[in-house]
C-alpha cells in the first residue's frame, strides 16, 4: 500500500510527541546491569567484535547484533551515556512506524490509535529507558519489518519480498531470540484472514522460519544456562508447569496493557502448583477465548 503525504505528516507528528514523551530518558544514567553490557572490554577492541560473533558466552547472551550495536557506539562516542539513550529511542520510533504499516496493510481499521499506543504505552518505558534492553528495540524493528516483507510474500509470492523477510527474522534473532514466535504469529495472521490455514501456501514456505528459529533457541539455552548463572531448580518445570504459567501470564499481561499501574522492573515469582485447581482457570480461559475467536 502506498503511502499519503497524511500518513507521512502522521508519522512525524507522532514521532515528534513520542521524542517528548520520553524526553526524561535522553539524559537518564545506568540502570541495573547496563554496565555489563556497555563497558565490557570486548567492545573496545577488534578481536573484541571477532569474539562477540565467534565465541559464545564472550558477552551475557549470545545476541551478536545487539553487542554489534553496543560496540559501534563505543567507536562514536565512548561512554557517554545519552547517544545509547537517543538510539534505544530511535529505533522506538522504527517500531512504531512499522506498527503503523503493518496495521495499515491489514486494512485493519485505527491504525494510527494503534500506533499511537504503541508508541505512548507505559509498558513500553521499560524498553525504551533501559539501555540493556536496547535487544527488545532492535529485534522488534527486524521482527516488525519481516512481518511486513512476509505479508507481502503472502499477496504477490515474490522472491525478493521472502528473502527479505527471511533475512530480517535472521536479523532479529542475532538481536534477540525472544521473536522465535514470529512463525506461528504470522499463521494465526493467516487464519484470522482466510479462516483456515493451508499446508502448501502457508506453512511449507514458513519451514525455514521454524527451523531458524528452534536453532536460535537451542543456542540461546546452551549459552545462558552456563553464562548468566540458571541453575537446573530454575529450569525444572514440568510441561504443565509452563502451561499454567503461560496461560497465567498471558491474562497478567493483558491486565497491564489495559491498566498499565504498579509497573515494575521484576516481578514477584509466582507459586506455581499443578495440585492447586484454582491455578487451571487461566490457561482454560485462554482456549475459551481462542474458541471464541
Not at 149 to 160: C, G, H, I
Not at 166 to 171: K, R
Not at 247 to 255: E, V
Amino acid at each position: 500500500m502506498s503511502w499519503s503525504k497524511r500518513d507521512w505528516f502522521f508519522c512525524l507528528l507522532l514521532a515528534v510527541v513520542t521524542m517528548l514523551a520520553y524526553h526524561p530518558a535522553w539524559h537518564g544514567g545506568v540502570l541495573w546491569d547496563d554496565e555489563a553490557h556497555i563497558g565490557g572490554p570486548e567492545l573496545r577492541t577488534l578481536d573484541g567484535l571477532r569474539r562477540i560473533w565467534f565465541v559464545p558466552r564472550t558477552t551475557q547472551q549470545y545476541y551478536p547484533l545487539l553487542h554489534t550495536s553496543y560496540w559501534l557506539q563505543q567507536k562514536l562516542w565512548g561512554d557517554s551515556i545519552t547517544g545509547y539513550h537517543i538510539v534505544n529511542l530511535l529505533l522506538h520510533i522504527g517500531c512504531v512506524v512499522l506498527v503503523l504499516r503493518i496495521v495499515r496493510f491489514l486494512r485493519i481499521p485505527g491504525a494510527e490509535l494503534a500506533a499511537t499506543i504503541f508508541a505512548l504505552h507505559p509498558v513500553n518505558v521499560e524498553t525504551v529507558a533501559w539501555i540493556a534492553e536496547r535487544k527488545n528495540t532492535l529485534s522488534g524493528v527486524f521482527a516488525l519489518a519481516a512481518t511486513l516483507w512476509y505479508l507481502r510474500f503472502d499477496e504477490n509470492r515474490s522472491r525478493q519480498s521472502y528473502a527479505l523477510a527471511l533475512g530480517l527474522f535472521l536479523l532479529g534473532l542475532l538481536s534477540k531470540t525472544a521473536i522465535v514466535t514470529l512463525p506461528l504469529a504470522l499463521l494465526v495472521i493467516f487464519w484470522w484472514k482466510r479462516g483456515a490455514i493451508s499446508w502448501r501456501h502457508d506453512v511449507v514456505p514458513l519451514i525455514p522460519f521454524f527451523f531458524f528459529s528452534a536453532a536460535a533457541g537451542l543456542m540461546t539455552r546452551w549459552v545462558e544456562y552456563g553464562n548468566i548463572g540458571y541453575r537446573a531448580r530454575m529450569l525444572d518445570l514440568s510441561l504443565l508447569d509452563r502451561c499454567l504459567i503461560a496461560g497465567r501470564a498471558f491474562w497478567f499481561y493483558l491486565w497491564k496493557l489495559l491498566w498499565p499501574s504498579n509497573l515494575m522492573f521484576v516481578y514477584p515469582r509466582w507459586e506455581i502448583s499443578a495440585a492447586v485447581p484454582w491455578q487451571y482457570i487461566f490457561p482454560l480461559a485462554v482456549l475459551v477465548l481462542l474458541g471464541i475467536l
